[in-house]
């Protein structure tokens, strides 16, 4: 019987061109946008594990030679927003779920995200939020899905979890969850595969 439905957020819950945030962001703060898109792809594993925290980024930001008298935060997520589409379909979906089952999220990533993902409230949507950059592990470390099962105090076949990362959905199966990889906006067929599983 499953008990829980785990969903990742980027890819399935919205869909984000972090690249032209990066750029705009850069721009809008008096930097090249290649140090900011450098930035983000050279410590892409210190910036997920939250070893690079929020203010660590402002800060290397400033010293780049950002403008030191903008609030950055507020910059980058008037920019995010501008460049973020949300699953809207699909959040109808996950709030018709919450009435049977326990809905879970899963997901890799940094602070200045997480910072967009309150923005938009996007964790009221969820019973429980396991996030890489606090728990300072990341997908597809088998200890990471554990959390999730820990925290909705299930089995691992008492699991679902949804991701659009092959590598990622591997992870998941490789400790007996079951899996659905989902296409972005595909949700009848999302739902096609829950109902095999269901």
């Given at each position: 019987?499953?008990?829980?439905?785990?969903?990742?957020?980027?890819?399935?819950?919205?869909?984000?061109?972090?690249?032209?945030?990066?750029?705009?962001?850069?721009?809008?703060?008096?930097?090249?946008?290649?140090?900011?898109?450098?930035?983000?792809?050279?410590k892409v594993e210190d910036l997920l594990l939250g070893n690079i925290t929020l203010d660590d980024f402002w800060k290397d930001m400033r010293e780049a030679g950002g403008n030191p008298d903008l609030d950055y935060s507020a910059v980058w997520i008037d920019e995010a927003i501008k460049n973020?589409?949300?699953?809207?379909e699909l959040l109808e979906i996950i709030r018709k779920l919450r009435k049977s089952y326990s809905i879970g999220t899963l997901t890799n990533l940094t602070f200045s995200r997480l910072i967009i993902d309150e923005e938009m409230n996007l964790y009221s949507h969820f019973d429980y939020a396991i996030l890489s950059c606090k728990e300072h592990?990341?997908?597809?470390?088998?200890?990471?899905?554990?959390l999730a099962l820990t925290q909705a105090s299930a089995q691992p076949n008492e699991a679902i979890f949804v991701d659009d990362k092959?590598?990622?959905i591997t992870g998941a199966q490789q400790i007996g969850i079951h899996t659905i990889t989902y296409t972005y906006q595909e949700n009848n067929k999302?739902?096609?595969?829950?109902?095999?599983?269901?």
């Open positions: 019987m499953i008990k829980t439905i785990i969903f990742d957020i980027g890819g399935v819950i919205t869909k984000t061109d972090f690249k032209k945030i990066y750029s705009d962001f850069a721009l809008r703060i008096g930097i090249s946008p290649e140090i900011v898109i450098n930035y983000h792809k050279e973020r589409e949300i699953n809207n592990l990341k997908k597809p470390d088998p200890r990471f899905y554990q092959e590598e990622h999302f739902l096609e595969d829950l109902n095999k599983i269901l």
